[in-house]
Antibody
Framework: EVQLVESGGGLVKPGGSLRLSCAAS????????MSWVRQAPGKGLEWVGR??????????DYAAPVKGRFTISRDDSKNTLYLQMNSLKTEDTAVYYC??????????????????WGKGTTVTVSS | QSVLTQPPSVSAAPGQKVTISCSGS????????VSWYQQLPGTAPKLLIY???KRPSGIPDRFSGSKSGTSATLGITGLQTGDEADYYC???????????FGGGTKLTVL
């Protein structure tokens, strides 16, 4: 069974740091592109960023609100995805979901969708 | 501020059909594929539609997707009380080089 399990959430003060982990199982993690999506309390979904597989370059892209503060990385030997969050702000308070991302070009258009989601981990930034 | 625009809510009676719209621009929906997600209360989102109109294995054919120009539509027929959820559209924005979602639409089955 394909499974993603996030961990590492908690309460942190503004300006602080936190590292989230996502343990993957049931599929070939090293071949997968992965992403993080967050959802603030009572709000909609917000894309945080993505990381390509190492065979596709292993590069990352981020949403504007987190660029320069958040870093996505992966350890294929541990089948684990990470989200390092620095300089946290109150507006970063959200449930953070880890997902498998399908992204590519088809007939000159990009397809982009997430077919497997973890249950999420809650991050609260408050003094 | 969401990249894509959805109505905040829609409602219909059990057994009826409902459509949910998703409006964007040429840099996102106009030139890229759209996906749709269902989020039941208290749970993680679930993929319903990908590449505009394809259904993953296990998604009933009561759910359908279409796209025209810079807008996309999710259709749900034979509404059931279990369909009450928030629905989100998603796509890639080529100008922003970033993923984007709509603000979400709450479906109420009366």
């Amino acid at each position: 069974e394909v499974q993603l399990v996030e961990s590492g959430g908690g309460l942190v003060k503004p300006g602080g740091s936190l590292r989230l982990s996502c343990a993957a199982s049931g599929f070939t993690f090293s071949n997968a592109w992965m992403s993080w999506v967050r959802q603030a309390p009572g709000k909609g979904l917000e894309w945080v960023g993505r990381i390509k597989s190492k065979t596709d370059g292993g590069t990352t892209d981020y949403a504007a609100p987190v660029k320069g503060r958040f870093t996505i990385s992966r350890d294929d030997s541990k089948n684990t995805l990470y989200l390092q969050m620095n300089s946290l702000k109150t507006e970063d308070t959200a449930v953070y979901y880890c997902t498998i991302l399908w992204f590519g070009e088809l007939f000159l258009s990009y397809y982009y969708y997430m077919d497997v989601w973890g249950k999420g981990t809650t991050v609260t930034v408050s003094s | 501020q969401s990249v894509l625009t959805q109505p905040p809510s829609v409602s219909a009676a059990p057994g009826q059909k409902v459509t949910i719209s998703c409006s964007g621009s040429s840099s996102n929906i106009g030139n890229n594929y759209v996906s749709w997600y269902q989020q039941l209360p208290g749970t993680a989102p679930k993929l319903l539609i990908y590449e505009n109109n394809k259904r993953p294995s296990g998604i009933p054919d009561r759910f359908s997707g279409s796209k025209s120009g810079t807008s996309a539509t999710l259709g749900i027929t034979g509404l059931q009380t279990g369909d009450e959820a928030d629905y989100y559209c998603g796509t890639w924005d080529s100008s922003l080089s970033a993923g984007g979602f709509g603000g979400g639409t709450k479906l109420t089955v009366l």
